[in-house]
């Protein structure tokens, strides 16, 4: 089993629709990411996790609601996206959430295309 | 407006021969840098790290540089291998720059047999 697993890896959906992804780890992390990648932008921080506690959330639209229900799991719920939401959304797990010398693990991504 | 900038989306270099990726950045409390690779289809995966009280890391074929003064940091490869090829990002951190870390926009490394 690889440490942090996504799913879906590719997901199409209409502006509509709600969808929701997933991410678990398998590290025995405490902490849990969702990052955004769009083309040509750096990633972006979009939901910090620590212990299932939200610390950390940057001004991200309310159309991107995160979910933890315990330290291994992390949801990403979609509704009403737009066109330009369309990006690389990345899960990542630390050992704690002060990350001054630790590092990330990522998952493989979600490939989104909202048309 | 980007704290951490890699200036160069792409770069190419014939097998053998010497990989200078370079990053630059504007927050002075970041005092703790990494560099992620990352292949199509897959996350990035931790490269190589270095301490602001450092100004040399070395891993093998890996050596980041750190200029504290002039703000910049860089990653050489040597010898490059075709394997290397991949998407190299830049990251920040710092105690007293939120902990979180910033990462520039990546530069594409290209490296030809």
Not at chain 1, 45 to 66: G, K, T
Not at chain 2, 40 to 57: Q, R, V, W
Not at chain 2, 62 to 89: E, M, R, W
Request: glycine share 6%; charged share 20%; net charge neutral.
């Amino acid at each position: 089993e690889t440490g942090v697993t996504q799913t879906p890896r590719h997901l199409v959906m209409g502006m509509t629709n709600k969808k929701s992804l997933k991410c678990e780890q398998h590290l025995g992390h405490n902490a849990m990411y969702w990052y955004k990648q769009s083309a040509k932008k750096p990633l972006e921080l979009m939901f910090v996790y620590s212990l299932e506690e939200r610390v950390e959330n940057n001004s991200v639209p309310s159309r991107f609601s995160p979910e933890c229900p315990n330290s291994s799991h992390l949801f990403l719920h979609l509704h009403t996206l737009q066109p330009e939401d369309s990006a690389l959304y990345l899960c990542a797990s630390s050992q704690e959430v002060l990350l001054v010398t630790g590092e990330l693990f990522f998952g493989e991504g979600s490939r989104l295309t909202v048309l | 407006d980007q704290q951490v900038k890699q200036n160069s989306p792409s770069l190419s270099v014939q097998e053998g021969r010497i990989s200078i990726l370079n990053c630059d950045y504007t927050n002075s409390m970041f005092d703790y840098f990494l560099w992620y690779k990352k292949y199509p289809a897959e996350g990035p995966t931790f490269l190589i790290s270095i301490s602001s009280i450092k100004d040399k890391n070395e891993d093998g074929r890996f050596t980041v540089f750190l200029n504290k003064s002039a703000k910049h940091l860089s990653l050489h490869i040597v010898p490059s291998q075709p394997g290397d090829s991949a998407v190299y990002f830049c990251a920040a951190s710092g105690v007293n720059a939120g902990n979180m870390l910033t990462f520039g926009g990546g530069t594409r490394l290209m490296v030809k047999p």
